[in-house]
């Protein structure tokens, strides 16, 4: 097996509260991994963790073979790792394509190249077979091409790690089919996904381990 991601013995302490005691496990490469438990278990502490959210108290995070600090939301990134919260983390006065490509819009001298960057979020879109107007506004989108935008966000920075918490909470049953197809897409490209649930069904359907 190809372990892309080892977690051992995250211990998290808040006062009077001990969120997360000793947890490890391993993520493979290309595999839906689900992470199930009450409310309260910690399983999103855990996640902001490994986002970069939270220090970790105790405990190594390893990727790709390699002990990996995680200091905040930008050393997540820059480690292959993209987190889908919950709350969706979308602008909606921007488009699409400027939420997506935020902090790093293609142009010079503080214009942005609008063609350029729609070509890309556009090559990005079609790459996962998703079809949204790179020009829409956030704010006329459905709750379910929010999360695709999120989704298509994390690969737009080639995560290897995406981490989707309880992602069909506001989805109906049609755009829940949609995301678990986009999901099988990136699982075949070789994206590990950590999926949050409290859905025994999906988690027994869509996850491997």
């Known amino acids: 097996m190809d372990t892309i991601l080892k977690i051992s013995g995250i ?40 986002g970069g959210l939270y220090p970790a108290d105790f405990g190594e995070i390893t990727i790709n073979g390699k002990k990996t600090a995680i200091r905040g939301v930008l050393d997540s990134l820059k480690s ?19 939420n997506i490509f935020l902090t790093r819009l293609p142009g010079k001298s503080g214009v942005v190249n609008r063609k350029k960057l729609n070509e890309k979020c556009s090559e990005l879109m079609h790459e996962l077979k998703l079809d949204i107007n790179p020009s829409a506004m956030v704010s006329e989108l459905s709750v379910s091409e929010m999360q695709m935008v999120e989704i298509a966000k994390a690969v737009s920075f080639d995560s290897a790690i995406v981490i989707m918490d309880e992602p069909t909470a506001a989805l109906t049953e049609r755009e ?11 699982k075949k490209q070789g994206v590990s996904i950590i999926y949050i649930s409290h859905r025994m069904e999906e988690v027994f359907a869509n996850c491997d381990t």
Do not use: C, W
């Not at 302490?13 to 409310?39: I, M, T, W, Y």
């Not at 889908?84 to 921007?94: D, G, K, R, S, T």
């Not at 829940?176 to 990136?186: I, P, Q």
């Open 80 to 98: 292959g790792i993209s987190v889908i919260y919950q709350e969706f983390n979308l602008v909606p006065m921007l488009t699409v394509a400027e």
């Open 11 to 50: 211990t998290k302490q808040f006062p009077g509260v001990k969120a997360l005691d000793n947890v490890s496990f391993d993520v493979e490469r290309g595999e839906v991994h689900a992470v199930v438990g009450e409310n309260g278990a910690g399983k999103s502490t855990l996640m902001k963790i490994l």
């Open 176 to 186: 829940t089919d949609r995301l678990f197809e986009v999901m099988g897409r990136l």
